[in-house]
T-cell receptor
Framework: GENVEQHPSTLSVQEGDSAVIKCTYSDSASNYFPWYKQELGKGPQLIIDIRSNVGEKKDQRIAVTLNKTAKHFSLHITETQPEDSAVYFCAASISGGGFKTIFGAGTRLFVKA | NAGVTQTPKFRILKIGQSMTLQCTQDMNHNYMYWYRQDPGMGLKLIYYSVGAGITDKGEVPNGYNVSRSTTEDFPLRLELAAPSQTSVYFC?????????????FGDGTRLSIL
């Protein structure tokens, strides 16, 4: 069935460094790719998303890239800060089928001050 | 806008007991979802609803039931609690129309079955 693989499961960086999280999806019909941040004791919150008609999207220190041919997409966080420490989830879904959203297993990011 | 509200935040049940996890949203979203999140794992879809009166099974529906009598509310029912249902449960909602929109999550219900 459909699957989203996410790597790494844990990532530790020094404050100010960049962090990259990578995801691979299996269903070629997927065309919407959101990224969520989950802080301790809270539900996941959307931080950025990308649709299949674009290859890259940027919002301040956060960017997402998408390679449809290879079926993988990545989250890039630059100039990391301690408050970026959280669990990050990627997801893939098919437009019009919200219930077909498949989540990655998550990446726990630690930013050391 | 409160977004998605879940109650209770924490609950301890004994094996065999039943309970209902409440979820309400005030964004007029048509789609609603229930997920469970086990430690170190991603989100597994339990049930979803595409509108009032319509529900369907997700990936892990066994041991749960849902109903959707209104657009706002989507309660999750555990009939005979089992230790395997110890988890954190998240309710979410989204507007699904011509293009996907992100899901909005509540802060979760942490459930322990002892």
């Amino acid at each position: 069935g459909e699957n989203v693989e996410q790597h790494p499961s844990t990532l530790s960086v020094q404050e100010g460094d960049s962090a990259v999280i990578k995801c691979t999806y299996s269903d070629s019909a997927s065309n919407y790719f959101p990224w969520y941040k989950q802080e301790l004791g809270k539900g996941p919150q959307l931080i950025i998303d990308i649709r299949s008609n674009v290859g890259e999207k940027k919002d301040q220190r956060i960017a997402v890239t998408l390679n449809k041919t290879a079926k993988h997409f990545s989250l890039h966080i630059t100039e990391t800060q301690p408050e970026d420490s959280a669990v990050y989830f990627c997801a893939a879904s098919i437009s019009g089928g919200g219930f077909k959203t498949i989540f990655g297993a998550g990446t726990r990011l630690f930013v050391k001050a | 806008n409160a977004g998605v509200t879940q109650t209770p935040k924490f609950r301890i049940l004994k094996i065999g007991q039943s309970m209902t996890l409440q979820c309400t949203q005030d964004m007029n979203h048509n789609y609603m979802y229930w997920y469970r999140q086990d430690p170190g794992m991603g989100l597994k879809l339990i049930y979803y609803s595409v509108g009032a009166g319509i529900t369907d099974k997700g990936e892990v529906p066994n041991g749960y039931n849902v109903s959707r009598s209104t657009t706002e509310d989507f309660p999750l029912r555990l009939e005979l609690a089992a230790p395997s249902q110890t988890s954190v449960y998240f309710c979410a909602s989204s507007y699904v129309g011509q293009g996907d929109q992100p899901q909005h999550f509540g802060d979760g219900t942490r459930l322990s079955i002892l």
